[in-house]
């Protein structure tokens, strides 16, 4: 186990579990932990060990989005150029998430807002405890849903729910978001972290090539004609084609056992 200031990493049985560590902020985001944070994904991408990533939070909240005392008007003349903060900190983040071709579960353990909720909204497979809440807080500050929120939201909400939910930052609760299809599962809170390591357990013993693939598919499919994707299918089914573990797939199959897969 890896301790800083502001993310625990634990790497076991395959799962990298990242959880926020600055539960007085309710892990709002400070330099520090954006950059820890992405170093976790980044090992994430490099380390073949890693199969499935877990991220939570440590306390009562998942994530209150931006450290907003390190945007404190009072003391500063200058305004700060936003733009560039999400060009040096969120993006790539987001960015590492959806690109990395292994599952990202998040156990949102609290409350979500801001950047907090978009960033759980970006992961692969959200489960929530059934007390957290999420939260479009940007509108109270007089900002726009960023860490792609604006983008998520619209895709999986439509317009109308999108737009009164950033326009108001009116509080999503867990039973409401899954209803909604915002996320995966809400779970009991005293549930949440068994539940989510039971997910993140079996992702990790999956052919990962394959489930990255998938993921890659599966997030392409928005943006894209149907011609175009059925040759992305053909192209990502014959690189699953060529893995051990399409080959050990069929093989446990046909001998009528479990499947053991290593991630190649
Ligand atoms: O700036 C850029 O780089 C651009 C990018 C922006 C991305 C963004 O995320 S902008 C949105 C920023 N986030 C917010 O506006 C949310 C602010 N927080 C809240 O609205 C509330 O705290 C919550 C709804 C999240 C939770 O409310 P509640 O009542 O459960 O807790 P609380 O009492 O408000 O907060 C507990 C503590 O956490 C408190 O500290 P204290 O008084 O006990 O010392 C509070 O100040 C602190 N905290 C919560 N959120 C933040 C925070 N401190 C700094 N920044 C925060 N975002």
């Known amino acids: 186990m890896t301790e800083n200031q502001s ?12 959880t926020l560590n600055r539960p007085d902020k309710l892990n709002a985001f400070n330099e520090e932990m954006h950059l820890a944070l992405r170093t976790g994904i980044e090992r ?14 440590a306390g009562r909240g998942f994530c209150a989005g931006q450290d907003l005392g390190d945007r ?6 200058e305004k700060p150029d936003l733009g560039h903060t999400l060009d040096t900190f969120y993006n790539p983040t987001l960015r590492l998430i959806r690109e990395l071709e292994k599952p990202v579960v998040c156990a949102v353990n609290g409350v979500a ?13 959200v489960l929530a ?3 957290a809440k999420f939260i479009q807080a940007f509108s109270k500050i007089g900002l726009i849903p960023d860490a792609g929120g604006s983008w998520s939201l619209t895709r999986i909400l439509g317009e109308p729910r999108a737009k009164a939910l950033a326009l108001l930052a009116e509080p999503v609760m867990a039973e409401q978001a899954e209803s909604w299809g915002l996320i995966w ?3 009991d809170d005293d549930a949440l972290l068994d539940a989510a390591l039971a997910i993140a357990d ?6 990962t090539v394959g489930l990255g693939l998938t993921k890659r598919l599966i997030q392409a499919a928005g943006t894209q ?3 175009t994707h059925l040759d992305m299918e053909r192209d990502c089914q014959r690189a699953a084609g060529f893995t051990d573990d399409y080959a050990e797939g069929v093989t446990a199959f046909l001998e009528k056992r479990p499947a053991v897969f290593k991630g190649k």
């Open 7 to 18: 993310v625990i990493s634990s790497l076991e049985n395959g799962v990298l579990k990242l």
């Open 44 to 57: 994430a991408h490099n380390e073949a060990d890693v199969r499935t990533v877990l991220l939570t939070g």
């Open 72 to 77: 404190d008007p009072r003391k500063s003349d």
């Open 113 to 125: 807002a801001g950047a907090g909720a978009n960033i759980a909204f970006a992961c692969d497979i």
């Open 129 to 131: 405890a059934r007390s």
């Open 185 to 187: 599962k809400a779970v």
């Open 202 to 207: 079996k992702l990790a013993l999956g052919p």
């Open 225 to 227: 004609d149907l011609d």
